[in-house]
C-alpha cells in the first residue's frame, strides 16, 4: 500500500503508541486498567457463541483480545495490524498455545483489508479509528469483506472525557503522557453513527462504564 502523509503519520503514531504506552499496560493494571477491561469484558458477552464463525480483529496490536476471541473457538480468526513488532510477538505467543481455529495474523491498513468481498460474519474494531485517517474509506473497507448479516463490534473513545483522568492514569503507572501525540482523531457518536448507516444497522450503542462513560460501544448489522 502507498503511504501518503496521513497514513505515515498514522503509522508512525501506533509505532510511538506500542513502544511508550502498550495496551498490555492499561489490561494488567489493577486500577486504572478496570475500563480496558470492562470493554473487552463486554466485547466478549456480546459475541456469544461464534463456533463456526469466521471473525477479523482489526488493529489487533499484539493479540490481547485476539487471544480471548480464540477461547470461544470461532472457525477462523484473523488478525491485523500496522505494526511489525507487535504482530511478531502475537505470532510468538501462538507458538505456545494449541487452538483448533484457522489462525492468519497480518501487517495491513484499515484502509486497506488485504481480504475478499463478503469473508467475514464479525469483525471487531476496538480502539482503532481514533487513529485511523480517512474514516469513511476505513468503514467502507469494513463493510466490503463483512458479509450480509454480519456484525461489526466498535469501540472509540471519548477523548474529552479521557483527557480528564489521563493524569490520575499516569500517577498509576500508565505512560499517559503519549496520547496527545498518537490519538489523532476526536470522534462524536453521532458522526460515526451516520457514516455507519450507509453500509450498517446499528443494533446497539452503549457507553462504558456507565458511571463514568469514557469509551463508545456500538454494535451494528450489515445490510
Not at 470492562?38 to 490481547?64: N, P, Q, S
Request: proline residues 4%.
Amino acid at each position: 500500500m502507498n503511504l501518503n502523509s496521513e497514513l505515515k503519520n498514522s503509522l508512525e503514531a501506533a509505532q510511538k503508541e506500542f513502544e511508550n504506552e502498550p495496551m498490555k499496560d492499561f489490561y494488567n493494571n489493577k486500577i486504572a486498567g478496570y475500563p480496558s477491561r470492562l470493554r473487552v469484558k463486554r466485547i466478549l458477552e456480546e459475541l456469544g457463541d461464534i463456533k463456526g464463525k469466521k471473525v477479523l480483529d482489526i488493529g489487533c496490536e499484539a493479540g490481547f483480545i485476539s487471544l480471548k476471541i480464540l477461547k470461544k473457538q470461532p472457525s477462523d480468526l484473523y488478525a491485523i495490524d500496522i505494526i511489525d513488532e507487535a504482530i511478531n510477538e502475537f505470532k510468538e505467543k501462538l507458538k505456545h498455545r494449541k487452538y483448533n481455529t484457522n489462525i492468519i495474523v497480518k501487517k495491513a491498513f484499515l484502509q486497506e483489508i488485504p481480504f475478499k468481498e463478503n469473508f467475514f460474519d464479525i469483525a471487531v474494531c476496538t480502539e482503532v479509528i481514533e487513529h485511523a485517517p480517512n474514516i469513511i474509506r476505513c468503514f467502507d473497507e469494513m463493510a466490503r469483506v463483512i458479509k450480509k448479516g454480519g456484525l461489526l463490534f466498535l469501540t472509540f473513545p471519548n477523548e474529552k472525557l479521557r483527557k480528564k483522568v489521563y493524569p490520575l492514569v499516569k500517577l498509576l503507572g500508565v505512560n499517559t503522557d503519549i496520547e496527545k501525540e498518537v490519538t489523532l482523531f476526536e470522534y462524536n457518536p453521532r458522526e460515526i453513527i451516520k457514516i455507519l448507516k450507509k453500509h450498517f444497522i446499528i443494533k446497539k450503542f452503549d457507553r462504558l462504564p456507565w458511571f463514568f462513560p469514557i469509551t463508545y460501544f456500538i454494535i451494528c448489522k450489515k445490510m
